[in-house]
């Protein structure tokens, strides 16, 4: 298959041979779970349980709200014990609303929506329905309710869904190991996808790093004459939307335009088996597969976990650290946060939980720049990190956001080749969010001036109908009308 | 006749010309900046900058006797926007960021008075007379008129708490230069 070269991008260590060759097992059940509110993007759920209610697996306990959010279900059957603020698997640390279960040890399930027998015949809105019901958002990390990108198809032409394992994170195997494991239900999952979104073709995008994935993919997808399989070459960040599509499709996706305005949506490959187990099994979204490595763990592994497990009960069951880790974080190490501490709950954006040590993380106080322009060498976006670094540290956002600031992934790939340790990702995830903040701020200001206007217009108002109330008093013969 | 006519047209072509000149020479000067600036405040009349409202902290604004970080309500936005405006450069990041508020009835202590209900002038106060008060928090900007006259000290200012969806990365911290 033709492939297009995408620009930029690096060479890390991948460093996946430490849980590669690990199957995925099953977490014991944890003694108890923690399922926060918001584990997407969009607003935070609406809670339906309340301190003592018996819940089943698989039971709605909090209800989506508004366009953009997704339900949560119990990952177990058991008792509510708490509804509690935690802090959240964020980097913030920031406490949020969080159901705590006490698991019952029965895993009972509640009774499940009946499969759709033949989702090919069903129509769009009744899949993306139920995988609105069953709690999917997009498991790369993103964490978008995959529901709302399915209705895409409505307002675009889609004639390409992307099927993104290209998993080019370091460490990270979650993928890899599902894709080799559980390649058909991926495959069936897509065929799903790609029926609700009205797409003729499917192309399921692997870096060639994983040739055992790729083989089982190709066996599982050899029957269906409209889904390619596509071995990347190995290069991050390939597996972010924007350049996944360009390298398969060749089309490049304009600045604030989304890749359905090209007629390509990309959704993980975990996105696809949880839609396929929503569709032919009526089960939510209540587990993931999370990759447990870094030098700093004992045992490397791939963990299918229930949602809400603790941080800390994954770490026990790779037989804890083998030393101090300096770092522990979430999802990959080039786009990971790390985590304000181990009590935090696997949530359904999570890939994985690293315990990295201090040769690992290579951290050292930042030099002067010497102008080498590697990081524009590098960047996949084609932008000039160094002169939009410059502007921000400036305080000029304005300027940095003319150079291009929106366009930036956040891939970390500047700061990772910059030989003075600059932390150039930092600064432009900190300008996107003072950018954010401040057209938040811009916004209250003008629904103030709004508010203020029209006060001050009823105030005038009510003035002159007093006014015209009050002259009539002064003549009421004159004015005075038979009823 | 026509000396009449000749006369009033000779006086009013006279007094024409004098009223056009007195215009040109005596006019009152209306500075559009002050206009604009005035445009970009949120116009509550709040009174929080020290000055009488908005109209008039625009005119000190103009004049350079006021800073851009005078309105609190408007915050950092507001600011960035005047100093823009006025081509000075402002260094918000030293500034000690004003601490975003909103105003909380006490209910046991309100006693429906409705006087913070006239004073509000984003109509972000629901209530009515003996009944008790409420306020709307995604609309009230902090500008604590309410809590000035209300006569049993019902009303607080109270920081917004950060939220997951509002929290961004701070700035990194850099001895260098590049």
Redesign the interface.
């Known amino acids: 298959m033709k492939l297009f070269p995408i620009r930029g991008g690096i060479h890390p260590e991948y460093r996946k041979e430490l849980s590669g060759e690990r199957a995925i097992e099953a977490l014991p059940l944890p003694s108890r779970l923690y399922i926060p509110l918001?584990q997407h993007i969009g607003a935070p759920a609406e809670i339906l349980v309340s301190e003592g209610d018996l819940v089943k697996k698989g039971q709605v306990i909090a209800r989506r709200q508004g366009q953009i959010s997704a339900h949560h279900h119990a990952s177990t059957s058991g008792r509510v014990v708490e509804v509690t603020e935690i802090p959240?698997p964020?980097?913030?640390g920031?406490p949020?609303p969080t159901i705590v279960i006490e698991p019952d040890g029965r895993d009972e399930w509640v009774t499940l929506p009946e499969p759709i027998a033949d989702p090919f015949a069903a129509a769009p809105e009744v899949i993306e329905e139920r995988v609105a019901e069953s709690g999917i958002v997009g498991m790369g990390g993103a964490t978008f309710p995959s529901a709302v990108k399915l209705n895409l198809g409505i307002r675009h032409r889609i004639d390409t869904l992307l099927i993104n394992g290209a998993e080019c994170e370091p460490y990270l195997t979650c993928d890899d190991r599902l894709m080799r494991e559980h390649a058909e239900a991926i495959i069936d999952g897509a065929r799903i996808m790609a029926h609700t979104l009205g797409a003729p073709r499917i192309v399921v995008g692997i870096e060639e790093n994983k040739p055992q994935a790729l083989a089982a993919i190709t066996v599982a997808a050899s029957d269906f004459p409209n889904i390619d399989v596509a071995a990347l070459p190995v290069k991050y960040p390939m597996g972010s939307e924007r350049h996944l599509t360009l390298a398969i499709t060749g089309l490049e996706t304009p600045a604030r335009k989304l890749t359905a305005d090209l007629g390509v949506v990309v959704h993980n490959v975990a996105t696809a088996r949880a839609v396929h187990q929503a569709v032919r099994l009526g089960r939510p979204l209540i587990a993931r597969v999370v990759t447990v490595s870094g030098g700093a763990m004992r045992e490397p592994k791939n963990i299918e976990a229930p949602i809400g497990a603790r941080v800390s009960d994954l770490i026990d069951f790779c037989g804890g650290f083998s030393q101090r880790p300096e770092r522990i974080i979430q999802g990959g190490p080039m786009m990971g946060t790390p985590l304000p501490n181990l009590d935090v709950p696997v949530v359904k954006g999570t890939s994985g939980i690293l315990a990295l040590t201090a040769a690992e993380i290579n951290e050292r106080?930042?030099?002067?720049?010497i102008?080498c322009g590697a990081c524009v060498n590098i960047c996949a976006c084609g932008l000039t990190p160094?002169e939009l670094?410059?502007h921000?540290?400036h305080?000029d956002l304005e300027g940095a956001a003319k150079l291009g600031l929106a366009d930036c992934v956040s891939c970390g790939s500047c700061s990772w080749v910059c030989p003075?340790h600059?932390?150039l990702v930092?600064?432009f995830?900190?300008a996107?969010?003072?950018l954010?903040?401040?057209d938040?701020?811009?916004r209250?200001?003008e629904?103030?001036?709004t508010?203020?206007?029209?006060?001050?217009a009823r105030q005038e108002r009510i003035a002159a109908q007093r006014a015209a109330a009050r002259k009539p008093k002064a003549a009421p013969a004159a004015n005075e009308v038979p009823s | 006749m026509l000396t009449a006519v000749g006369s009033l047209t000779a006086m009013g072509v006279a007094l024409g010309g004098m009223l056009g000149v007195a215009a040109r020479l005596l006019a009152v000067e209306e500075d559009p900046l002050e206009l604009e600036l005035q445009a970009m405040l949120p116009g509550s009349q709040c009174g929080q900058c020290g000055f009488v409202g908005c109209a008039q902290a625009a005119v000190a604004l103009a004049k350079g006797e006021a800073s851009v970080t005078l309105c609190p309500p408007g915050g950092k936005a507001v600011a960035e926007q005047l100093a823009k405006r006025l081509g000075v450069t402002v260094d918000l990041g030293d500034q000690a960021p004003r601490v975003p508020v909103y105003a909380v009835i006490d209910e046991e202590l309100c006693i429906g008075c409705t006087r913070c209900v006239k004073e509000c002038s984003v109509d972000g106060i629901v209530g009515a007379s003996k009944l008790m008060h409420t306020i709307v928090a995604e609309v009230c900007h902090g500008c604590s008129k309410c809590a000035q006259v209300c006569p049993t000290d019902a009303i607080r200012m109270v920081e917004i708490p950060l939220t997951l969806a509002a929290w961004h990365w701070p700035k990194p911290a850099s001895p260098h230069t590049h």
């Open positions: 918001q959240a964020h980097p913030s920031l949020q106080p930042a030099d002067p720049c102008r160094v670094a410059a921000i540290r305080d003075s600059i932390p930092h600064y995830n900190y996107k969010g003072a954010n903040a401040r938040r701020e811009q209250k200001t629904r103030t001036k508010l203020v206007e029209a006060n001050a």
